[in-house]
Every structure is written in C-alpha cells, then in structure tokens.
Nanobody, 125 residues
C-alpha cells in the first residue's frame, strides 16, 4: 500500500513562495504518476499540476502555469511543488495524489487512487 504525506504548507504574503513536498512510502514511487490538487472550503478538489512516472512530462492548470513547478526525486521517493508569485486565490488545502495506472486523464480526481492528508497553504494580501 502506497502512503503519501504532504509537507511545506504555511502562511505567506502575496508574491512569496512555498515549496510543498510529497513523501511516499510503502512502494516504489517511480512507477506512479503523481498529481497535486487543491481544495477550498465548500468547493470541489481541483487539479493543479501533475508529472508522469518518468519525470519527463509535466502538466499544469493555466491558473498556475509559469508560477508553479512540479518535480520528482525518485531516489528520495519525493515529489515537490515549487510555488512562486503566490496570490491570495492560491489559498487552499493542497493534496498529493498518485496512480500506478497509465489510464485516466491526469487532471481528473478519479484517476488517482492514493491520496495524502493535505497541507494548508494560506496567502495573505
């Protein structure tokens, strides 16, 4: 069973940066596609970024393109989300998710079968 643990959230002023990390344990992480999603109170969970199992292709929602960067370190069993030029609208709980299936659209919540507990990101204006 793959287990995911997020870290790195916190409070930051607008224009600042945070680096989220997703630590995997239990299985070989390099087999998994990994995504980041975020959720605001009372709303659905929305796609933020994803990276393929080889780390060669990454995907972003237009809302964060050019500001966020996803990367993976399979030696350390980690995936990171570098978030720069943060805006108050980026405030949310951020979740790491993974799937070992090659099927499914990378932006879809239903594609991923492993999820972390989430980490809160708050951006003040």
């Amino acid at each position: 069973q793959l287990q995911l643990t997020e870290s790195g959230g916190g409070l930051v002023q607008a224009g600042g940066s945070l680096r989220l990390s997703c630590a995997a344990s239990g299985r070989t992480f390099s087999r998994y596609r990994v995504g980041w999603f975020r959720q605001r109170p009372g709303t659905d969970r929305w796609f933020v970024a994803a990276i393929d199992s080889r780390g060669t292709t990454s995907y972003y929602t237009d809302l964060v393109k050019g500001r966020f960067t996803i990367s993976r370190d399979d030696v350390a069993n980690m995936v990171h989300l570098q978030m720069d030029s943060l805006e108050p609208v980026d405030t949310a709980v951020y979740y790491c998710a993974a799937t070992d299936s090659s099927a499914g659209y990378y932006r879809a919540v239903s594609t991923y079968n492993y999820w972390g507990q989430g980490t809160q990101v708050t951006v003040s204006s």
